[in-house]
C-alpha cells in the first residue's frame, strides 16, 4: 500500500440506537482532511467506520482500493488518535509510546531510538518513566500523538486529538502534523471544532450533518 491511499466510503451504512449513518465519497489520498458538523452529527462514527472500530450494515469502506470491510481494526493500515483515554493506565510513557513501534513490545535499539526521538518531537523528553495518571490532560495526548508518529500508518485519524491543549502548544502539535505529513504523506482525517486549527492544518473539509456527509470543499 502506498502511503498516500484514498478513502471511500461506498454508501457505507450503519444502524446505531435510532440514528441511520450513510457515508458516501472519497477522501483524496494523501489530503489533510478536516472533519466539521455539529455534536452528535456522526463525526466520530464516520471515523469509526474508516478505523474498524465499527463495520457498515452495508456499503463499503475501501482504503488504497482494497475493501476493509472484514479486516479488524490492527489489520487496517490505520492510526486513531481520540480525544483521550488514548494510553494504557498501567504502562509507563515509553511503553505506551512503544506500543506504536511494536505492539507486543519486543524493541531493538532502533525501535528504543525512534520512541526517544518521538517523545523528544512532541516536548515529552524526560517523561519516559512517568505514568499516564501523573501526566496533564495535554501531556497524555502529547504521548498519544508520539505513539502514532513512531507507528507511522498510511492513514492517520484524529478525533478532536488536541481539544485539551492551550492555543500555543494545539499550534505547536498542528505544525507537527503538517511535518509528519510532508515526510510521509500520510492520508489525514481530523475532527476539530476549532476554525483556527482548520484553517492551520487541513487542506479539505468535509462537513457532516444528519448521519451523513453533506459537504466537500
Ligand atoms: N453505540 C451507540 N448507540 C446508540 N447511539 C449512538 C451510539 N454511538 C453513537 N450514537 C449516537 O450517534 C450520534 C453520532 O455520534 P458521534 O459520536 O458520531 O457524533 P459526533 O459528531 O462525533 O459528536 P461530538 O462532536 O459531540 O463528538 C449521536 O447522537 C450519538 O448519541
Redesign the pocket.
Known amino acids: 500500500m502506498t502511503q498516500s491511499p484514498s478513502i471511500v466510503l461506498d454508501a457505507a451504512a450503519l444502524a446505531?440506537?435510532d440514528?441511520n449513518f450513510v457515508f458516501g465519497g472519497e477522501i483524496a489520498g494523501g489530503s489533510v482532511t478536516a472533519v466539521t458538523?455539529?455534536?452528535?452529527?456522526?463525526?466520530?462514527?464516520?471515523l469509526n467506520l474508516i478505523a474498524g472500530f465499527e463495520k457498515p450494515d452495508s456499503g463499503q469502506v475501501l482504503i488504497g482500493g482494497a475493501v476493509m470491510n472484514d479486516l479488524h481494526v490492527a489489520q487496517r493500515p490505520v492510526t486513531v488518535v481520540f480525544q483521550e483515554n488514548n494510553l494504557f493506565a498501567h504502562l509507563d510513557i515509553f511503553t505506551n509510546t512503544g506500543l506504536g513501534v511494536d505492539a507486543s513490545l519486543r524493541l531493538d535499539r532502533d525501535g528504543r531510538r525512534r520512541i526517544g526521538e518521538a517523545l523528544t518531537r512532541v516536548g515529552l523528553k524526560g517523561f519516559e518513566n512517568r505514568m499516564p495518571a501523573s501526566l496533564s490532560g495535554g501531556e497524555r495526548q502529547r504521548a498519544a500523538f508520539a505513539r502514532a508518529l513512531v507507528r507511522n500508518r498510511p492513514v492517520l485519524l484524529l478525533?478532536?486529538p488536541f481539544a485539551a491543549l492551550d492555543p500555543e502548544m494545539r499550534g505547536e502539535m498542528g505544525t507537527l502534523l503538517l511535518e509528519l505529513h510532508a515526510e510521509t504523506g500520510n492520508t489525514v482525517m481530523i475532527?476539530s471544532?476549532e476554525p483556527d486549527e482548520v484553517a492551520q492544518i487541513a487542506d479539505h473539509r468535509l462537513v457532516?450533518e444528519n448521519?451523513a456527509i453533506s459537504a466537500r470543499y
Not at 37 to 46: C, W, Y
Open positions: 446505531l440506537g440514528k458538523g455539529r455534536s452528535g452529527s456522526g463525526k466520530t462514527t464516520l478525533d478532536e475532527v471544532h457532516i448521519q
